[in-house]
């Protein structure tokens, strides 16, 4: 398999470079694959559903097979999956998709450690360290830091604004020992990005060291979060006939975004033959992308914080990858879009447990309101030609093909729930009057010590740092 430069056709790299690479910094484009080609039959018309890893070795096989022999795959697969993905009804025609189930119980953990083992495998027969530098504002590092921890051949070191992300995120960051160490940088997240991009262009540095990122572009970061859409998409289909006696529903994916790399990687699934029909584009106030879905513009702009802060993007990276892969109008025909603000949040995962008794996330709590939104009346009114108001929350005014399933009584939804909701356990508890319960693997990251290191933001001294240290 081939994958081509979004802002260059005439670029074609094989896996190997499209993973180490990132993406293309002559052009600044992003690396997609040449074709998306089809799930063997054998997998999509099983009677029995199959398994997350039966899907996630297929799929890769097709992505990488010409690349990494098949028993690699299988470790890679065996290794980066020990957690599943979880399909939990919460009422007739809704399913949540519970993603927080690995390390760090936030979604990222499918892409970052199936992108550690890529990375590692393609690193085997070097003699030097790949030292990967990472800065975040919060869930990337924490997944991206677990995900390599231990992965031979790698080394991570994570940069990160001192008090300016959570408690349990900092914990979450700070307590790694061996191949992965956080630096508390004494400055903003953009300061942290500045460093870091700064010591990529740095020739002395790139001689000294084989530099790399494992920054959310990454194409070994996207395909993997394609194995859960299947996955999903199967199981409600499969599911559907005894709890809503809905024969071949139309599946919805309603997923809340940031980046947009979790729905992009539903649009692969889609493409691949997973039996997917639509998706709602859920975001929080910073909804870039359903203006644009609504006004055909597309402007980026600052990020705003909100209550669901690992979707405060203001310039979403995948909108290039989607813009590739679909015309306008595709979009508008395949995609229903959603905004909410923060009372719309807060209302919401309180709506969703008064209703349901299921305790969401402020991140699926956007997904989940959107869902409730389509089938409450919400796609009756578009169909109708209501108009809705673009600066307020709500659904843009276009109708995707799949309108009329919701009507019909022929759509199920799917909501993607991005964190465990203990991850953000102040805002829930703000909204129901309740704890979520932390898991074991969170509370136990509570009581490590923090082995952070402080460093000033300024970039002789980190780099000072990155000579004596690496
Ligand atoms: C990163 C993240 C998102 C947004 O995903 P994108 O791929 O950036 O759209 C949503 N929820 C949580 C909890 C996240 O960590």
Request: aromatic share 10%; with cysteine; charged share 20%.
């Amino acid at each position: 398999m081939l994958y081509k430069d979004t802002r260059d056709t005439s670029v074609a790299v094989d896996f190997r470079t499209a993973v180490l690479k990132g993406m293309n910094s002559k052009t600044g484009g992003l690396f997609v694959p040449e074709t998306l080609p089809k799930l063997p039959d054998h997998l999509l018309s099983k009677c029995t559903v199959p398994t997350f890893r039966e899907i996630a070795l297929e799929t890769t096989r097709l992505f990488a097979g010409s690349e990494i022999p098949d028993a690699d795959i299988q470790s890679i697969i065996i290794d980066a999956y020990p957690f599943p993905a979880q399909v939990v009804p919460i009422d007739r025609i809704t399913y949540v998709l519970e993603l927080f189930h690995g390390p760090t119980c936030a979604f990222k953990d499918f892409g970052a450690r199936f992108m550690a083992r890529v990375m590692s495998y393609f690193n085997k027969d070097e003699d030097d360290l790949l030292h990967i530098l990472v800065a975040t504002s919060g869930d990337t590092g924490s997944a991206v830091g677990s995900a390599f921890h231990n992965v031979p051949g790698l080394d991570v070191t994570i940069l990160y604004p001192t008090g300016k992300i959570s408690p349990l995120q900092e914990k979450q960051l700070s307590t790694f020992t061996g191949n992965v160490r956080a630096l508390s940088v004494d400055g903003t997240f953009d300061d942290c990005q500045k460093l870091v991009k700064t010591a990529f262009t740095d020739e002395q540095l790139r001689k000294r060291f084989r530099l790399s990122s494992a920054n959310s572009i990454n194409i070994a970061r996207l395909l993997p979060q394609s194995f859960y859409y299947t996955y999903a998409a199967m199981e409600v289909k499969h599911r559907c006939a005894l709890d809503n006696k809905i024969e071949n529903p139309a599946v919805i994916m309603s997923v809340p975004s940031g980046n947009f790399g979790n729905l992009t990687s539903g649009l692969i699934a889609r493409e691949m033959g997973a039996p997917i029909t639509g998706f709602i584009a859920a975001t929080n106030s910073n909804h870039t992308i359903p203006d644009w879905i609504n006004s055909g513009i597309y402007e980026a702009r600052p990020s705003v914080q909100t209550y669901s802060n690992a979707m405060d993007v203001g310039a979403p990276s995948n909108y290039e990858r989607i813009r590739y892969m679909y015309s306008y109008d595709q979009v508008r025909n395949l995609f229903a879009s959603y905004w909410l603000d923060n009372p719309g949040t807060l209302n919401a995962i309180k709506k969703c447990n008064d209703l349901t008794g299921y305790i969401i996330d402020p991140h699926g709590a956007v997904g989940w309101q959107a869902w409730y939104d389509v089938i409450h009346g919400g796609m009756e009114k578009l169909i109708k030609g209501e108009k809705t108001n673009p600066a307020e929350p709500g659904l843009t005014p276009n109708v995707p093909e799949w309108g009329k399933a919701v009507l019909n009584k022929q759509a199920v939804g799917v909501v993607l729930e991005t964190a465990h909701p203990s991850k953000f356990g102040e805002i829930v508890s703000q909204a129901i009057h309740k704890e979520p319960p932390i898991p074991d693997r969170l509370q136990k990251i509570m009581k490590l010590p923090d082995m952070s290191i402080k460093m000033k933001n300024d970039y002789a001294t980190f780099k000072e740092w990155l000579i004596s240290n690496l």
